[in-house]
């Protein structure tokens, strides 16, 4: 079955540092794709970034950077120089091939960021 | 450029009500799914449809019905709500449903059942 784990409920970073929020995934399958997605208090989910399994270079995104080491089933969502506007929860989330279920996204359970000055 | 549009924001009902809520995309995707969004647990997907007319059941179904008369238009039906529906509903679409293709969200109907 597929997975997301994100094991850090709460993060904090000063503004202008960088951070790193941790995701990883289970799956038997070969092709995926993960993502990652930010709440912010007003509730939207807003796509930041997508990473897919056969995608030899890291996604990136603006500020945002997929840190991808597939071996260890692990999709890191890196935060440069944050800004107090990155304070939100973040998702990481996958998708898969399997047909009885096109296109479910997998959430993990949220990290939330606080960003302070 | 709407994107997904959710209609209401916010509601309340008694338990055993019924009601709908909307969603329409103008992006012309095929696919359309419904989450729904509840404290630690993340999204889980109630519905999707891959097109008008196709609708089929996700990893929570059980108390809401779908329908796909259209492109633009999935509402998510709730029969008899239920406190247990007390929830942050999503609607989602994306171009096909691939596996590389980001789902872009509304932003959410609040709902809680009295």
């Known amino acids: 079955a597929q997975k997301i784990t994100q094991t850090q409920p709460g993060m904090f970073v000063q503004e202008k540092e960088a951070v790193t929020l941790d995701c990883t995934y289970d799956?038997?399958?070969?092709?995926?794709?993960l993502f990652w997605y930010k709440q912010p208090s007003s509730g939207e989910m807003i796509f930041l970034i997508y990473?897919?399994?056969?995608?030899?270079q890291n996604a990136t995104e603006g500020r945002y950077s997929l840190n991808f080491q597939k071996a260890r089933k692990s999709a890191n969502l890196v935060i440069s120089a944050s800004q107090l506007g990155d304070s939100a929860m973040y998702f990481c989330?996958?998708?898969?091939?399997?047909?009885?279920?096109?296109?479910?996204?997998?959430f993990g359970r949220g990290t939330q960021l606080t960003v302070w000055p | 450029n709407a994107g997904v549009t959710q209609t209401p924001k916010f509601q309340v009902l008694k338990t055993g009500q019924s009601m709908t809520l909307q969603c329409a995309q103008d992006?012309?995707?095929?696919?359309m799914s419904w989450y729904r969004q509840d404290p630690g647990m993340g999204l889980r997907l109630i519905h999707y449809?891959?097109?008008?007319?196709?609708?089929d059941q996700g990893e929570v179904p059980n108390g809401y019905n779908v329908s796909r008369s259209t492109t633009e238009d999935f509402p998510l039906r709730l029969l008899s709500a239920a406190p247990s529906q007390t929830s942050v509903y999503f609607c989602?679409?994306?171009?096909?449903?691939?596996?590389?293709?980001?789902?872009?969200f509304g932003d959410g109907t609040r709902l809680s059942i009295l």
């Open positions: 449809s891959v097109g008008a007319g196709i609708t």
């Open positions: 799956t038997s399958d070969q092709s995926y794709g």
């Open positions: 989602a679409s994306s171009y096909s449903g691939g596996k590389n293709q980001p789902q872009h």
């Open positions: 992006m012309n995707h095929e696919y």
């Open positions: 990473q897919g399994s056969y995608d030899e």
């Open positions: 989330a996958m998708s898969s091939d399997r047909g009885s279920t096109l296109g479910r996204l997998y």
